[in-house]
């Protein structure tokens, strides 16, 4: 937790070649970068940085190819990024971020210090996400115009979300700190 915390940028996206068994960094000092997912048509990837809670793309072909901009903005800190069958991305958000989070983002030397005070992991944790627990998912389409937020703004059943899947006229919810996987109808 305390490395999401810090926004530490040591994180990086990279390609491992099957072959030849190497491996490229394509893009460095990320926050926190987690959950990778391909376009429909394979002309670009998404990824998850979750400090900033942002969307990232990564052209793979074209103009643009090796080159990086923002997807999306999100609520929250981002977990997962899916692409569905229509090539719209699927973002699992653990929860939403709160203006403590905000503040601590713009001064990095009041972040450092407070992470360094005896406050436990769980405090720091409740402050970042403003106390309670509550589960976001939101949807995209290929060119980062929102579609569709769904959420448990109490945390009555989706406390977090960690993963989403859409499946059959389905969404599956995973998450880290729940003890089952969640089903909701899209129909």
């Known amino acids: 937790m305390q490395l999401v915390f810090s926004s530490e940028n040591s994180g990086r996206l990279l390609k491992y070649n099957l072959y030849t068994k190497e491996t490229a960094v394509?893009?460095?000092?990320?926050?926190?970068?987690?959950?990778?997912?391909?376009?429909?048509?394979?002309?670009?990837?998404?990824?998850?940085?979750g400090c900033p809670g942002r969307l990232l793309k990564y052209w793979l072909k074209g103009e643009q190819a090796g080159s990086t901009e923002v997807f999306a903005i999100l609520p929250g800190f981002p977990d997962n990024v899916r692409t569905n069958k229509e090539g719209?991305?699927?973002?699992?958000?653990?929860?939403?971020?709160?203006?403590y989070a905000y503040i601590m983002g713009l001064y990095p030397k009041l972040r450092k210090f407070i992470l360094k005070l005896p406050i436990s992991a769980k405090i720091q944790?409740?402050?970042?996400?403003?106390?309670?627990?509550?589960?976001?998912?939101?949807?995209?389409?290929?060119d980062g115009k929102l579609l569709q937020?769904?959420?448990d703004s109490e945390g009555k059943v989706v406390k977090a979300v960690s993963e989403v899947e859409e499946?059959?006229?389905?969404?599956?919810?995973?998450?880290?700190?729940?003890?089952?996987?969640a089903v909701y109808n899209l129909a």
Request: glycine share 10%.
């Open 26 to 49: 394509l893009v460095r000092n990320l926050q926190f970068p987690n959950g990778v997912s391909l376009s429909k048509d394979g002309s670009f990837l998404v990824f998850c940085e």
């Open 88 to 99: 719209e991305f699927w973002v699992a958000i653990h929860c939403r971020r709160f203006t």
């Open 125 to 142: 944790y409740l402050l970042q996400i403003g106390g309670k627990l509550h589960g976001i998912v939101v949807k995209y389409s290929p």
């Open 149 to 151: 937020v769904l959420e």
């Open 167 to 181: 499946r059959d006229g389905k969404l599956w919810l995973g998450s880290v700190l729940m003890p089952f996987v």
